[in-house]
């Protein structure tokens, strides 16, 4: 953990140094660093692994509510909405973390190539769960870290260690929940399938019916199976959706408030400010306000 310590320190100052989201040349992968607790952020969390190395960190997915800490990783297995906060930090020992998505394609190949592959286990819960850090794979996550010093190594090498990266996921002790992510007709796939499909076209109207289809599944046991993979109904991820991306676009400066509303699927721009004040607790104007002038990023 140490050389991830400072794997992750050594990149923070090389590029720019003080605070923040530090993106890197490589797709999906970021780190933050901070010194201060946070206020609760909103986001979209795609498929990944979330690492704390040092510090605290605080995520609530509907009702459910998740801690941790250095040696700890939270790891999500669909893309889900989020409320996320830094929960312990100080000068002393800022709060040093990276988010890594997952790759997928690379997933299937190690999973084709295992002599003996993980087997689903029968947890059906929500798709987020924390677990420890193991050496092999705070290994892997500095030496990826270190790679971005030689921006001309990275195609070479990033699929190597991303490789590697999958390889101790797939054989360690939650190997039974990431074999979920693309085995074809685990629940956890289907349901996954179905979500891309509602984040693709969140501003129509939501066809329960279309989106169980997609998910091979009636109406009722996808409606089930989704709030309790999401911890929310579908209509309240869509809602979330669209309220996150009207949020995102005027923050950008793109639109007005009734703009926005209707952009996202809203009919009715006064309904637009009640959900919205209700999901950020301030309405939409005061909002893009506070927004710009806490000049906020991504959310951590």
Known sequence: MLDLKTALGKYADAN????????????????????????????VYRPSLCIVAQGEKQVL???????????????????????????R???????????????????????????????????????????????????CLARLSRLLSTPNAIPVLYPTIMREITFWLLTGQHGGEFCKLILPNSRTR????????????????????????????????FHAHFKSLTSMTPLQYQKQLRLLEARRLMAAGEINVAGAAYQVGYESASQFSREYTRMFGTPPKRDVVDLKSLALGSPV
């Open 89 to 139: 930090a100080s000068p002393e020992r800022p709060l040093l973390g990276l988010i890594l998505e997952l790759d997928l394609g690379i997933m299937r190949e190690v999973m084709e190539e295992l002599p003996n592959p993980p087997a689903p286990n029968g947890y059906s819960g929500v798709g987020v769960f924390v677990g420890d850090l193991e050496a092999p794979l705070a290994d």
């Open 190 to 221: 289907r349901l996954a399938e179905a979500i891309q499909v509602l984040r693709q076209d969140f501003a129509r109207p939501i066809r329960i019916e279309q989106l169980a289809s997609v998910a091979r599944m009636s109406p009722s046991s």
């Open 16 to 43: 720019g140094g003080g605070e923040g989201l530090f993106e890197t040349p490589i797709p999906g992968f970021t780190f933050m660093r901070t010194s201060h607790a946070t206020i609760p952020r909103h986001a």
């Open 61 to 87: 997915f509907g009702e459910h509510t998740f801690s941790y800490g250095e040696m700890q990783a939270l790891i999500v297995s669909v893309e889900i909405p989020v409320v996320g906060r830094v929960s």
